[in-house]
């Protein structure tokens, strides 16, 4: 697929749109404003599109092009795959990141406070000052319950459905969005992955993406749902008699998602929320046409109409990138480092095709009064006139093509597949099968699995990270205040309102990010208990250096213990007295038996032969 050759404009003066009025503007000229800024955008794409067709058609071929958005879902695709390793690569990645980071079947996040107290001197708190926020037992339980309540929303939603989705977009195109909405009806939370054409972005000034404009399709039903069938008729003429002949027919419509200018913290409606949110609809026609090599708007402007303006607290809708360049805002993935050897491999897989096919049904060349008379199915008969000489010298022969062989081995393939593999971190993820076929694994040790755990962590960590900051902390950010504004998260509990604290951070307990955790935090506390132990064989009071007790938090909480099953303070104490009590108890019956002894054993009359009676013997004598 060609590469457009236009260049990006500095003024958009031709969209005939007037200049924007910030903070005066009418619901029409954010409407306008809106279909502006979506040109904006949308020309700054047009140079990623080629690229990511070309990405989609050999690695995901299932997801339909950019170019494909006239066309019914449905359509057959991967007419031009001939080698489908790049899709089983993507699928490992894919299901071993869900796995490993985000499954349904085990808990992947925690929330926690890692601030500290510090009380004033006159406080009957002092005591925990320099301690965690989240060490306090009744911020322990609240966040406990915290987790319950999000752990619920999860599974009520359709977020382990769609995830999967989400991270292979991130790993094909690069850049992946995921939309988080509520469903008041149900209760429950709605996630949806758009595709790659329906999202244009745009990037504050720290490289975090702020805004994002949706064009997509809604039927006529689901407008009519939305927004109110009164209103779309008023705004539409037609919509009655469109709706009444087919209800499903779809129309274009623009969400565009951006900071709000005019954001007024203490305004209780949807137009003071942080997030402004306007929905855009053009009577009779599209909001965005692509034409030759770029994109324009159809109709007039005076046929833009603003359907409602709300607002949100949070970013609704959440884009991922696997890895952003500092000069560009769209992302790339590991797809994008691949496609040479995706191409390759293709073009390989093509050309031992046709030459496969070639050596199985060879061109023939025969003389023409045989046209038609040729049989070439299984147990075909070509019949010839007998009075044309000998037979052998009449019948069609192979036509000489020069290739007899396959240009391309298996090995050779093998060695571009395993390239490929190698970009999709495919082998990280099976890297113990792998060794269980090398015959390897049955004479490996716990700590050497730990070992190859943790090289795992270290190999994903960037992308991994980026993924936890980017996705999944602004994801878990949404869902908390989706579920704090319905009531559903419990009170905090007097000590959070009463001081200051910093914000509730997450920590991911997925089996990758506790295997880099166990490389680094794990592994530091064990190495550093071993050698305590070796000095204190030399000097017992080296003990007295560590606090015991932090340690043994720290190493439990670094593998994802439950904070509900550690025991409060007091009780520890009272464990600790009771033991010491017993202690004491036991010595001092001992000692008592002791004493028992020795005053029974000098109340004994001294025998003759004994050794006691000689020596007082001895000494009765030499007296």
Not at 23 to 45: H, W
Request: aromatic share 8%; net charge neutral; charged share 25%.
């Amino acid at each position: 697929m060609p590469y457009p050759t236009v260049s990006i404009p500095d003024n958009f003066a031709q969209s005939g749109a007037p200049p924007s009025k910030l903070g005066k503007r009418t619901d029409e000229q954010k409407a306008v404003d809106c279909q502006k800024y979506l040109l904006v955008l949308a020309q700054q794409r047009l140079f990623w599109e080629p690229q990511i067709d070309n990405i989609i058609a050999y690695v995901n071929h299932g997801r339909r092009f950019i170019t494909d958005k006239d066309l019914w879902p449905g359509q057959p695709t991967g007419q031009y795959v001939y080698d489908d390793s790049a899709m089983l690569a993507r699928n490992m990645l894919v299901d071993g990141m869900v796995g490993y980071l985000c499954s349904r079947n085990q808990p992947w996040f925690a929330l926690e406070l890692p601030g500290v107290f510090n009380f004033p001197r006159s406080s009957g708190m002092r005591s925990w000052n320099g301690k965690r926020v989240d060490e306090y037992p009744q911020v322990q339980r609240w966040l406990q319950d915290c987790q319950t309540v999000m752990y619920s929303a999860f599974n009520r939603s359709n977020f382990y459905d769609v995830v999967t989705e989400f991270i292979s977009d991130g790993a094909t195109t690069g850049t992946s969005h995921l939309l988080i909405e509520e469903d008041i009806t149900r209760a429950a939370i709605n996630f949806i992955v758009p595709h790659f054409r329906e999202c244009f972005i745009a990037t504050n000034q720290y490289g975090r993406v702020d805004t994002n404009y949706r064009v997509y399709r809604m039927t006529l039903r689901q407008l009519s749902e939305k927004f109110g069938f009164k209103k779309m008729k008023d705004i539409d003429q037609n919509f009655e008699r469109d709706y009444e002949n087919n209800m499903h027919a779809e129309r274009e419509v623009l969400h565009a998602i951006y900071p709000r200018e005019d954001y007024v913290p203490w305004r209780i409606d949807a137009k003071g929320k942080k997030w402004e949110s306007v929905w855009v609809y053009r009577k009779g026609g599209k909001i965005l046409e692509r034409q030759g090599d770029g994109y324009d708007r159809t109709g007039s402007l005076e046929s833009l109409h603003n359907l409602g303006e709300g607002g949100y607290d949070s970013m609704p809708i959440i884009t991922w990138r696997w890895r952003v360049n500092s000069d560009e805002v769209y992302g790339r993935g590991p797809a994008h480092d691949a496609f040479v050897s995706i191409a390759q491999a293709n073009q390989m897989g093509r050309t031992n095709l046709i030459t496969a096919q070639r050596a199985a049904e060879p061109p023939l060349v025969a003389y023409s009064d045989l046209r038609g008379a040729i049989q070439r199915g299984p147990n075909g008969i070509t019949y010839m006139e007998n009075n044309r000489g000998d037979i052998r010298l009449r019948s069609p022969q192979e036509l000489h093509t020069g290739v007899q062989n396959l240009p391309f081995n298996i090995e050779f393939q093998d060695r571009v597949r395993q390239i490929i593999n190698a970009h999709f971190h495919t082998d990280v993820f099976m890297m113990m099968s792998q060794l269980a076929n090398q015959g390897k694994s049955e004479r490996m040790v716990v700590e050497q699995v730990m070992e190859l755990q943790g090289e795992k962590a270290a190999i994903l960590g960037t992308r991994v990270g980026n993924l936890q900051s980017e996705a999944f902390d602004p994801l878990i950010e949404r869902v908390f205040s989706i579920e704090a504004a319905a009531g559903r998260i419990p009170e905090p509990p007097p000590i959070l309102l009463s001081e200051l604290h910093g914000p509730v951070e997450v920590q991911y307990l997925g089996p990758l990010a506790q295997a880099q955790t166990r490389l680094t935090k794990v592994r530091s506390i064990t190495t550093g208990a071993n050698l305590l132990t070796q000095i204190a064989q030399i000097n017992p009071a080296a003990l007295d250096v560590v606090d015991t007790d932090q340690m043994a938090r720290e190493a439990m909480d670094s593998v994802g213990f439950p904070v509900s099953c550690y025991r409060d303070p007091k009780m520890v104490a009272i464990i600790r007295e009771q033991r010491i009590k017993a202690q004491q108890d036991q010595q001092q019956a001992e000692l008592a038996l002791t004493t028992a002894k020795a005053a029974a054993a000098a109340s004994k009359t001294v025998q003759p032969q004994s050794p006691l009676r000689a020596m007082l013997g001895n000494g009765e004598a030499q007296q």
